[in-house]
């Protein structure tokens, strides 16, 4: 689901109300969406749940200068960046063991376009995107599932946007490849 700028100001116009419901499904909105990139960060699915947990626990608090920010979702993604980052400084000699990637934790990202199509292809088109490499699918969500341009995710990331062009291009011949084997009725992986 591709979240409106408007409808989260909305949101959290809202909580600044102290509307717990607002708050509820700007949560139910955004989590999916944060848990996915703090996991870039931590490889846990323990510890993302609890940063994620944290960053929303301090949007809460903030919920009265929420409004006053220009880049609103470049915010909220950059308070989840910082809070791994924390995390990572604080516990830098202490090695967790990295838990396999939990599939059923994620939402289903797929876009209205995405429903007209059959549901072989849409787990054809999810597989191939859970093929790429870590960074690549991070980069590759973050542009097409959660709308931020190249230069956003490259801030984020930290890394030039250069290069969120030459992952884009890799996840992209990736999955067309996977769709022109799908309609050509070959069974070839990548």
Same mark, same amino acid.
């Given at each position: ?6 409808? $989260? ?122 093929? $790429? ?38 996840? $992209? ?18």
């Amino acid at each position: 689901m591709k979240l409106k700028e408007e409808e $989260l100001r909305r949101l959290i116009q809202l909580m600044e109300k102290n509307d717990g419901k607002a708050f509820e499904d700007f949560f139910n909105i955004l989590y999916p969406r944060f848990y996915r990139y703090a996991f870039l960060y931590v490889k846990s699915d323990v510890l993302c749940e609890e940063l994620v947990s944290d960053v929303f626990l301090k949007l809460w608090n903030l919920r009265h200068k929420l409004n006053e920010i220009k880049q609103l979702e470049f915010y909220l993604f950059r308070s989840v960046k910082n809070q791994a980052i924390t995390y990572l400084k604080r516990n830098s000699n202490h090695h967790e063991e990295i838990t396999e990637y939990n599939q059923s934790n994620l939402v289903d990202y797929r876009e209205p376009e995405s429903l007209m199509i059959t549901a072989e292809l849409s787990k054809k088109i999810e597989e191939a995107i859970s093929r $790429l490499p870590d960074k690549c699918q991070v980069i590759f969500r973050m542009v097409r599932e959660d709308g931020l341009s190249y230069k956003q995710v490259a801030a984020l990331l930290e890394i030039s946007p250069k290069t969120i062009e030459n992952q884009m291009n890799t996840a $992209l011949k990736r999955l067309r490849l996977i769709i022109g084997n799908y309609y050509k009725g070959t069974k070839s992986e990548i």
